[in-house]
């Protein structure tokens, strides 16, 4: 099981990586300075849609390599390496940090930035209270309603951009981010599905890092990367929990009783009439 985990981030984070410099360079060549359009078919954009594909695919497949497990609570999910939960601690403080720095300028911007900073700190709380068997479940919830509230405010400002091109892996990460964490929610209520975190979370962090090369703000790059290395550290967790828990026996069909061993026996005395 730690394998799976360990060959998921590995390969997210490669291709990361790589497709970080394609779109780096995709970014500072296709786009035409004066319409802001794309160039139709580039080399460089096809080789980005093709690793994007293969990584994808082979992000599913390998997730769904992974053995089915009786864990399915928060604390079973993310209760174990110290260094790890560590780690994650300090991303949660990172973030909200960040959000408060990000504070400012328009009303939109004050709310972006209030759940920012309140999924900072109910990620931390979660990180603090969840492994010690607390209820996490409403705190688990914020960091989601946030990023589809942030992919809401993407699109109104990219929805009159005709080039599609432009922001669609900024999209697929938010996307990705926002699947990541409602898989790690779904623990929280007891209902944890080990290889769909596993498998959005690994996506997340390889969008994360594509869409690191676009022209976004400091602060926003940075609480982008934060959300995708918890969900990372996250992932591991889980894998490093699940290669200790034992393995969840197959689904058997109950066996029908045989009637001829449950009935009542026969008697022939209520069936006889009085003359």
Request: hydrophobic letters at 55%.
């Amino acid at each position: 099981m730690r394998k799976i985990g360990f060959i998921m981030a590995l390969l997210a984070l490669i291709s990361g990586v790589a497709g970080w410099l394609l779109r780096r360079q995709e970014v500072a060549t296709i786009f035409d300075p004066y319409t802001g359009l794309a160039e139709a078919w580039a080399p460089v954009s096809l080789a980005l849609m093709i690793l994007s594909g293969i990584t994808v695919l082979l992000l599913f497949i390998v997730s769904r390599t992974l053995p089915n497990q009786n864990v399915t609570t928060f604390r079973a999910a993310f209760d174990g390496s110290p260094l790890l939960a560590i780690l994650i601690i300090l991303l949660s403080l990172g973030l909200t940090a960040l959000a408060v720095g990000a504070m400012g300028g328009a009303l939109r911007d004050w709310v972006w930035a209030v759940g920012a900073a309140l999924s900072g700190l109910c990620l931390l709380y979660m990180s603090l209270r969840g492994g010690s068997g607390r209820n996490v479940a409403i705190t688990s919830v914020v960091p989601v309603l946030w990023l589809c509230m942030w992919l809401v405010f993407a699109y109104i400002d990219h929805a009159t951009n005709p080039t599609l091109l432009y922001y669609v892996y900024y999209f697929f990460a938010l996307a990705a981010l926002i699947l990541g964490f409602y898989y790690m929610t779904g623990f929280a209520f007891g209902l944890g599905n080990p290889k769909g975190l596993l498998f959005s979370g690994s996506a997340a962090v390889y969008f994360t890092a594509v869409t690191m090369a676009d022209g976004h703000a400091l602060l926003q790059r940075g609480i982008l990367l934060a959300l995708a290395l918890i969900l990372l550290l996250y992932q591991l967790l889980l894998t490093w929990n699940l290669s200790r828990a034992p393995v969840a026996p197959p689904n058997e069909m109950p066996e029908t009783p045989n009637p001829s061993e449950t009935d009542p026996p026969f008697d022939n005395e209520t069936f006889k009439t009085e003359e």
